[in-house]
């Protein structure tokens, strides 16, 4: 296991199209995190699963975005209608637990959206 | 409102000086403070990790401290090199309750530029 890993990497979109990104967690970890950022920003909490369970969303998560975590395992999140203000890096993390050495989050190296 | 902010945004200095960067969070109430590297368009890498028990942290040239009651974390770099050139984002996991549920909230970063 060699840590988060998103697909794509990059993706050039015209606006009005659904986009799709996917996210393999590190596979002992039982929570993940999709986060947003823009240029010169941090990163932006979207959403959170434990286990299969989306148990948060961020209101900057709109009707739009819908993310799922089919049993457990890697994640999508899905973008209807992309619009330019969709244009930012998403970045996926996972982690295990919230206390104790191991317990930081990991992340991916994120998938670049850029909406023409 | 849970928040983070990181001081300077943007620092440029000569190679081999010690430099401090600073981070300051909104609520003591957390359970611990993370210190991430980003490089132009990738995804993040976890530099340190203080539980909101601990003081420090130190790995190689890095060295990371938190007072929780004055809610301050800073991160500090020896002998800085060119390879250390990178956004340096703080992220506070803070404890739930108010309107910060169970993700990362990451300060707006610092811009690090190490001069040969």
């Known amino acids: 296991d060699t840590g988060v890993s998103q697909n794509p990497r990059h993706k050039i979109t015209k606006r009005g199209q659904n986009v799709t990104f996917r996210c393999d967690p590190i596979?002992?970890?039982?929570?993940l995190y999709w986060y947003r950022q823009t240029l010169g920003q941090g990163p932006e909490f979207l959403t959170y699963?434990?286990?299969?369970?989306?148990?948060?969303k961020s209101r900057l998560l709109s009707d739009r975005f819908s993310a799922e975590r089919p049993k457990g395992s890697f994640s999508t999140l899905e973008i209807q209608r992309t619009e330019q203000g969709d244009s930012a890096m998403y970045l996926c993390?996972?982690?295990?637990?919230?206390?104790?050495?191991?317990?930081?989050?990991?992340f991916g190296s994120g998938t670049r959206l850029t909406v023409v | 409102k849970q928040e983070v902010t990181q001081i300077p945004a943007a620092l440029s200095v000569p190679e081999g000086e010690n430099l401090v960067l600073n981070c300051s969070f909104t609520?003591?109430?957390?359970?611990?403070l993370q210190w991430f590297r980003q490089d132009p368009g990738k995804g993040l890498t976890s530099l340190l990790l203080?539980?909101?028990?601990?003081r420090e942290q130190t790995s190689g040239r890095l060295n990371a401290s938190l007072d929780k009651s004055s809610g301050r974390s800073t991160l500090y770099i020896a002998a800085s090199q060119p390879g250390d050139s990178a956004t340096y984002l703080c992220?506070?996991?803070?404890?739930?309750?108010?309107?910060?549920?169970?993700?990362?909230?990451f300060g707006g970063g610092t811009r690090l530029m190490v001069k040969p």
């Open positions: 993390a996972s982690s295990f637990g919230l206390v104790g050495p191991n317990y930081g989050y990991t």
């Open positions: 596979s002992e970890h039982n929570r």
């Open positions: 699963f434990q286990n299969e369970a989306q148990l948060e």
């Open positions: 609520d003591s109430a957390i359970y611990n």
């Open positions: 203080i539980q909101s028990s601990q």
């Open positions: 992220a506070v996991l803070f404890i739930p309750g108010g309107n910060a549920g169970n993700m990362l909230t």
